[in-house]
C-alpha cells in the first residue's frame, strides 16, 4: 500500500494534448469522439486521435483543412500542423508531407 504522499507524488491528471504537438501526423490515425464538460457543467463533444495510449485534440479547423488538401492529393499519407496562438485566438496551418 501507498501512502497518500506517495500517490500524490506520483499522479499526473489526464490531459488532453493538441494534434499540433506532434512531428507528423499520419492520415490513417483511428479518431474517437469524447464527451467532456465546460465549467458551466454542460457537455461538448471533440474528437481526438490516440497515439501510444495518449489523446491528442483535433480541431475541426484541421479536419476541414485536411479535407481540402486531400481533394487536390488523394495519395496524401501524412501532415504536419502547425500551432499558432492560444485560447480563441487560436490557428492552425497544415501541411502535407509526402
Given at each position: 500500500?501507498?501512502?497518500?504522499?506517495?500517490?500524490?507524488?506520483?499522479?499526473?491528471?489526464?490531459?488532453?494534448?493538441?494534434?499540433?504537438?506532434?512531428?507528423?501526423?499520419?492520415?490513417?490515425?483511428?479518431?474517437?469522439?469524447?464527451?467532456?464538460?465546460?465549467?458551466?457543467?454542460?457537455?461538448?463533444?471533440?474528437?481526438?486521435?490516440?497515439?501510444?495510449g495518449i489523446d491528442?485534440?483535433?480541431?475541426?479547423?484541421?479536419l476541414n483543412d485536411?479535407?481540402?488538401?486531400?481533394?487536390?492529393?488523394?495519395?496524401?499519407?501524412?501532415?504536419?500542423?502547425?500551432?499558432?496562438?492560444?485560447?480563441?485566438?487560436?490557428?492552425?496551418?497544415?501541411?502535407?508531407?509526402?
Amino acid at each position: 500500500m501507498a501512502t497518500l504522499k506517495e500517490e500524490a507524488k506520483a499522479f499526473e491528471p489526464k490531459t488532453t494534448k493538441n494534434i499540433a504537438d506532434l512531428d507528423k501526423v499520419s492520415l490513417e490515425l483511428q479518431i474517437e469522439e469524447k464527451v467532456g464538460k465546460d465549467q458551466e457543467d454542460k457537455e461538448f463533444h471533440y474528437k481526438v486521435a490516440v497515439v501510444d495510449g495518449i489523446d491528442y485534440r483535433v480541431p475541426n479547423s484541421v479536419l476541414n483543412d485536411i479535407k481540402t488538401i486531400i481533394s487536390a492529393r488523394p495519395d496524401l499519407k501524412n501532415v504536419k500542423v502547425i500551432k499558432k496562438g492560444t485560447g480563441m485566438n487560436t490557428n492552425y496551418q497544415v501541411i502535407p508531407l509526402d
